[in-house]
């Protein structure tokens, strides 16, 4: 397609969100039930369905089921937790908000996930567990960290908040019991959304009644259940809690999501493979990798990175000058250790930064972008993507050349 200037602005994703998610929230206020109840009950259920895990908790945010799962494991002050830089900084703020400390690994710079090789030499006696992150849906090498895991007797609660949809080896990312917690996200620009909220899937019973009062003042029982005709009135605080539950108003979206999401995950799976195509021969920029039968993608973000020594511009002049041509993109992310809380933290806690630092974070977190992709983006959007793409470049190296 040849390049023409885009006259309204495409961002880099948009909700999908039809008639029946509209008619299910609709049914929800003529019922006069609106917070958490049975639709929550219900998704609850199709998650775990979905996902094939025993149990699986909603609430208001993965954020909050990121610090909830640090709370049910007892992590105490001083505790360390093994993680990535390239993550949304609530997986380290999670942590530290329980006093714990995040130890941080370099990322593979070809997946951009955990490189597991590095996990070792980062375990010291003080290391509960490790967070691997599926950043852009891209499953982590899994057997990797699962063996030297077991070998240390660490933990693994995995942030799957970009994963829905995603597999490793053939099984739902959260449906392996050697992960013994795994966080979902159902944010906006999610594969599926429920406008915000979270959720934590988990293998052993024993820790459904805290997960359950964590989320609602420390009370095990839910307010729709005390309001009911069997139930009793009276209510126990077992312990002090935030509230943090999931609305019916929420259930009622993410009822009607997870039955399209295979089919959302398939349309992305279309427009990332046809990015690859398109960009095939544009030396300029460097190309995410698709999975494979191991690691298989849920394809939620299309992370390329730009080569500022090739292109003649970095990445955030990159994003600026797509901006102007009314094209949105994202950044995902800035690594955690470079925001300003974070260098103070990290130059506190020197021990939990590698000693040669995080050199492949760093190099990509300088570089990617994240292009537009969603299910409702077409053909043709996405070819005005490319040849926009391609415009730029070409500009920014004509005025190297003079
Ligand atoms: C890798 C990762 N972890 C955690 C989160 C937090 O999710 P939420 O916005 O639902 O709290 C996000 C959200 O963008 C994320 O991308």
Redesign the pocket.
């Known amino acids: 397609m040849p390049y023409t200037r885009r006259e309204t602005f495409l961002p880099f994703t948009r909700p999908m969100i039809g008639q029946p998610e509209i008619d299910e929230m609709i049914d929800s206020i003529h019922r006069g039930w609106i917070t958490t109840g049975p639709k929550c009950a219900k998704f609850e259920e199709e998650l775990q369905r979905y996902n094939g895990v025993p149990h699986c908790r909603v609430m208001?945010?993965?954020?909050?089921?990121?610090e909830i799962t640090m709370q049910v494991l007892g992590l105490q002050a001083g505790d360390e937790v093994i993680t990535t830089s390239l993550?949304?900084v609530?997986?380290l703020s999670t942590v530290v908000l329980q006093g714990g400390i995040p130890v941080l690994v370099d990322i593979d710079p070809v997946t951009l996930n955990m490189d597991p090789s590095k996990l070792e030499a980062a375990i010291t006696p003080r290391t509960k567990g490790i967070i691997p992150?599926?950043?852009t849906g891209l499953p982590c090498p899994m057997e990797e960290i699962w063996t030297i895991a077991e070998k240390h007797g660490l933990w693994v609660v995995e942030?799957a908040?970009?994963a829905m949809g995603a597999t490793y080896k053939g099984t739902k990312i959260g449906g392996d019991p050697r992960s013994v917690m795994s966080?979902?996200?159902?944010?906006p620009?999610?594969n599926m959304t429920t406008g915000?909220?979270?959720a934590i899937a988990f293998f052993d019973e024993a820790y459904l009644p805290r997960i359950q009062r964590l989320r609602f003042h420390g009370i095990e029982r839910d307010a729709w259940k005390r309001q009911s005709k069997e139930g009793s009135v009276h209510i126990d605080v077992v312990e002090p809690a935030r509230k943090a539950n999931f609305m019916d108003l929420q259930a009622a979206l993410g009822l009607h999501q997870i039955k399209q999401l295979d089919g959302f995950n398939a349309r992305r799976r279309q427009l990332f493979h046809r990015y690859l195509e398109l960009f095939r021969d544009l030396d300029e920029v460097m190309l995410p990798t698709p999975g494979d039968d191991i690691h298989g993608h849920c394809f939620h973000l299309f992370v390329a990175r730009i080569l500022p020594e090739k292109a003649g511009l970095s990445r955030d002049e990159f994003v600026t000058a797509l901006k102007e041509e009314n094209i949105g993109t994202g950044i995902?992310?800035r690594p955690a250790h470079v925001h300003s809380f974070y260098q103070d933290y990290f130059a506190q806690h020197a021990h939990a930064m590698p000693k040669d630092g995080l050199p492949n974070a760093e190099w990509s977190g300088e570089r990617l972008l994240s292009l537009p992709l969603w299910p409702g983006l077409t053909e043709a959007d996405q070819d005005q993507v490319v040849a926009t793409i391609k415009h730029v470049i070409a500009g920014a190296r004509a005025k190297i050349a003079v």
């Not at 966080?183 to 944010?187: I, Q, R």
């Open positions: 208001n945010s993965a954020t909050t089921a990121q993550t949304w609530s997986t992150v599926h950043l942030d908040a970009q966080v979902y996200s159902f944010h620009n999610k915000e909220g979270g995902h992310y």
